[in-house]
Structures are given as C-alpha cells and as structure tokens.
C-alpha cells in the first residue's frame, strides 16, 4: 500500500472513531495523542506544529458545521445525571459505580465534549485539564481496582482507541482493502460504520493478554464488558443525544477534507486532489485551499488533472446515475469579488464523462452551471454589492445580499443562456419577513423585475437565463379591488404578484373578475415555474418578436405547454377556458417535474358537466383535478367558462406549491 493510501485509510479510520463512538467526545484528545500533542504535559500549549495540523483539520469545517460542533457541547453540558446513566447503562450497570463516581462520569463526559468544540475555538489549555484532574484520576483508580488491573489512566483509554493495537488500527486493516468508492459509502451509510466499529471493538478486546496487552481490553474482560455492551453504548448516543450525529460527521468529514481519500482496491489507484482538496460523499469537491485572495478578489485556482480525479470519483460514486452535479466548495471566502475559471479542458471532460453541472459555492451562495452549453473556457465572476445598490431604490425590505453574477465564456462575456444557470441565495433576517413573499430581484438600469424564486430553508433557488444583478426583497404588493374574492383568492393573489407572476392592472388596481387572455396566462405561468429562457423560439405569425408576451409565448409553445390555435396562429389575446387553463397547468407541471402521478380519470366524475370538457382537454383537466390543482363549485368544473385573473392567480398559487 503506498504512503498516500495508508495516510488517507488512517485518516477515514480515525473519522471512523470519531464519527461511530461515543468515543467520538474523546476525538479531539484522542486526535492530539494521535499527533503527539499529549505526549508530555506541557505539549498541549508548547507544540506549535501539532497545533497548526489540528487548527488545519478545523480549518476544513464550514461555518455550518462548526454550529454542529457547538451545538453538541452545548447539548452535553446541559446533559442531567439520569439520562447519562440510562445512555451508559450498559457500561455503568458493570461498573457498579458509587454517586460520587457516576457525578465524576458525567462531568468528565462534559469535559471532553467540550473539547470538540473548544479546540476549534483554539482553547488547547483544555486538554490539558482533562488527564490531571483529581476526581478523574480516583475515578480511574477505583475503576482499576475493581477489575484487578494494575493501573488505569486517561491515556489507557485514548490508547484503546488510538494505539497502534487500537480501535483505529483496527479500522484502518480492515478499511486497507477499500476503494475510494467503497470508502465513500461507508462515511454514508451508518450500519455499514456500525458493523465495522463492532468488529474492530471486538478485536482490540481480544489485546487483553501477552504482547501488546491494552489495559483497557483488559479491565472491560475482568469487569465482564462485552463488545456489545460497548456498541449498544455508542447507538445510545446518537440515539439520545440529538446533535451527536451532526457534530461526528462534521468532524469526520473535516478529518477527510485536510487528509484526502485516494483510489484502493480496484479503483485504479491515484489520489484525488492535493493539500485540502477533496470530493464528498454528497458530491462536494472542497477547494478551499485553492483560493488566492488579492486585494479585494478572490481567484480559484484549479489543477485540471485533480478536478478530472474528482469527476472520476464522482462517477464511481454514483454508478449509473445521470444529471450528476460536482460542487466545488470555496468554503467562506473574505472577499468583494470572487473568481471561478473553469478551463476549457475542465469542460470538455465534465461533458465527455456525463457530467451535468459544476455547481460552485462559497459563504452560503451557489451558483450551478449547465456545461453542455458550453464549448470554451468559463469565468464565473460574483461582485458583493453594496445593500444601498437596492435599498437607495425601494422601502422594501432586503432579505439578502445584493449580488452581481458575469459570465464569460473564451473570455468573452455572455448575459444570456440556452439553458439556466441556477443561483441559491442565502437569506438575511428572513425569519421576520414573510417568507412567501420573498422573490429574487434583478436589478437593471435602476429598476427592480421581480423573478420568483422558491424558498427552500434558509435559501432562495432561482434559475436565470439572464445575469446581473440580484438580491432578495419582501416584495408586499397590495390591491385596493380584492375585498369581494379576500376569501378565496386574496392571499393567493399577494403571493402570486409577489414572485411577479401576475401583475396589477394600475393605480393599485387588480381585476379580479376580469377575463384571462391566452398570452397573459402564459406569462404567468412561465414566471411562475421559472421557466423563462431568452434563447427559446415560436414561429406564430400573430405573435410579433416585440411583443411583451412573445419570450413566454416562446417557451409554453417550446416545452409543449400550450399549443396555437393553427401551426401559424396562437390567438394571444383569446380569453382562455377553464379547461385550457387546467390542461395548460398540468403541461407545465409534468415539465418540471417528471415524476408528478398521472391524472386519475375517475377524478372527472365529481363534475356534473364533465361531458362538457372537450376531448382534447380531459387529460390535462383530470391531472389537474386529480392534484387538486383545480376544484369545481356546486359540483360543476365549467369547462367552458372564460377564467377570470383571481382564478388564475389561485390555480398559479397552488401550482407554485405543488410538490
């Protein structure tokens, strides 16, 4: 096995450690023996180089993850006496540990829980603390009695982890033999951690006697501790612990990003990347120690040979699966501009190998690239703009920050795109706005075009098929002619004008009762499903290339959504039908969303005049009443009724909210 290889196993192995035990307060210790950080007693605050390898390890923790960690050692301080010992029950009950000792337990369980978090906060004098602590030391004392060893310490404990006969030994033979894929999805799936901890556990139990004897292995046989016990222990807290799972996989993932994972087994051999760069199970290339800050930009520096291993990884990962997205992770990046360059070799290969998008993210935004549009070398550039870019324009309330995307393509610039790029913002302060109401903005010439955007958590996803300028807004929209429809459609209408689907008709005015035109509901339903695509084409002569509705017009006729009235006539201003506009809806749906069920034609029959909807239109029609996208009134639908713009803002709302 090459060096790389057994640098990469131990490291997964010492993540192993950290992620499947409730060892996992001790990895932080046991991560400090590991480098010989605790070899002496005054190592813990005078080992400048170890401390630089640990700082580099923590260094590879988002700032999501690290709340993790926070959140676990805070979770742990506020652990009370009776459930440490129901979770450790199947140790203590063996134990027969005195109050006094149980006390000892717990508070030594909060202290080296605290570590984790602690160490990342560059509190080193902890570690310290923790091995000559008087109560720690009587408790290990009595331990050792009981079971009739000579000595026990904390170091006997971290040996039984982390010695060369230890726990993470053990894991590193028995993970010797894996490929990067096969590494990859044991980090992923925790009953393949759980059955190789138990069988490395059972292992370094049976280093109990003769050469290299663990003290530990010892006392657990004498005191009748099974291997069992110890693993029934770890599930208890994952299990009981809630943040505990989180915080293991933070840590063990920022263990694999400092140390990368290289191809095994039959992979094929080779690393992946250098220094800090590395792919995740979740299909995230860690960059972070790529990016060069000058000044006031940021430039990411890739090696074309690593970013090819990554998609080879990529690959082997997920073996079979299509639309597969590399994300490459700049992690929190200081800076007004950064700087992507993907080169033309980086394309071609993404392209060749059937990758669908390079994502890239940093500080929480990210943008996913489409690359088989592209034929040249692409610059993602994102400028951090100043809050007053937007707030100098509107008293609406900014929920994120503002930002300005350019894209160059052969290092020409390029505004518009055959297929969208997707931006995710990160939201600010959005938990006192109305989170319905947000929309991504474009900003452009000093006016503000409200796009949509579907919240998701903490973020906004908005494709665009044009860049500029962008930021989030709680767009409150409010019409003084609703009050008669207030009950059935009023915030349904706030919320559809809101993500700009729909629009007033002036002076605060909305319409309600007034009738839909073909082109208005394409519109609307285009924006809405944020289907909008400058490049898309339509060959009616009665929808002129200037038209306002034209670029809708373009993409409901492209993807099959609506259809003209002939091959060479649309009827734009034509009212539509209820049934048109239900057929036009489930269309939509089915394209953005190939899994949606299909329509259940017995849905029809709750309509007294189903045998009114035409033939052509009962499909769409029993999708969309089967999704309830669609309701009747009195037991009618009124196939052919012309559908009024409260209606359609309804249909729009429930369409938004479709899942």
Known sequence: MTLKKKLAVSSLAVSMAAASFAGFPFSSTGLAQHLGLVGTAAAATSHTDVKTKIQNIYAQLSVTEVTYLKAYSDEVAGLSQSKFDEIFSPIIGKLQLSNKEKATSLKLFQSVSSVVYDVYADKFDVLKGIRY????????????????????????????????????????????????????????????????????????????????ALTVSDAVYKLGITADNLVQTFDNVNTEIKSAKKAAQALALGYI?????????????????????TPTVNGVYNVSGLVSVVGDKATLKLVDADVLKAFDALLAANPGKTGLTLTLDLGTVNAKVVEVPLSKAIIEAAKAKGIANIAVTFNGLTVTIPVSQFSDAVTLTVTNEADTTVTSLTSLKL????????????????????????????????ASLDKELLSVTKIVYKELQFQGGVVNGDFIVEPRDTFSSYAVLENKVNFNDI???????????????????????????????????????????????????????????????????????????????????SASQFDPNATITRAEMA????????????????????????????????????????????????IGNAGKFNPNNTATRAEAAVIIYRTINFK
């Open 583 to 630: 057929t036009m809806i489930a269309r939509a749906v089915k394209s953005v969303n190939s899994a949606a069920t299909a329509g259940d034609a017995s849905s029809l029959t709750k309509f007294s005049d189903a045998a009114k909807i035409a033939a052509s239109l009962k499909d769409g029609v029993a999708f969309a009443a089967s999704h309830n996208l669609v």
């Open 399 to 430: 929920a994120s920050k503002v930002y300005t995307f350019d894209l160059t393509v052969g290092g020409v610039k390029t505004t518009t795109f055959k297929q969208p790029l997707t931006i995710k913002l990160p939201l600010a302060n959005a």
């Open 257 to 277: 990003r400092a140390y990368p994972l290289v191809n095994g087994g039959g992979s094929g051999g080779g690393s992946i990347g250098g220094g800090t760069t």
């Open 133 to 212: 602590d008087v109560d720690n030391v009587a408790l290990f004392n009595s331990i050792a009695a009981k079971a009739g060893v000579n000595e026990l310490s904390f170091d006997d404990i971290l040996d039984f982890f982390f010695a060369s006969n230890g726990v993470e030994a053990e894991l590193r033979a028995l993970l010797g033999s894996k490929s990067s894929a096969d590494l990859i999805n044991i980090i992923a799936d925790p009953a393949s951690q759980k059955t190789l901890v138990k069988d490395a556990v059972y292992k370094v139990l049976d280093h109990k006697t003769g050469v290299g």
């Open 483 to 565: 009050a008669s429809v207030q009950a059935w459609a009023g915030r349904q209408i706030q919320v559809v004008a809101a993500k700009g689907a729909i629009e007033g008709v002036g002076a605060s005015k909305f319409a309600p009762k007034s009738n839909v035109t073909r082109a208005e509901f394409s519109k609307m339903l285009i924006r809405a499903l944020n289907l909008e695509n400058s490049t898309a084409t339509e060959s009616f002569n009665d929808v002129a290339s200037t038209a306002w509705y034209a670029p809708y017009v373009a993409v409901a006729a492209e993807k099959g959504i609506v259809t003209g009235r």
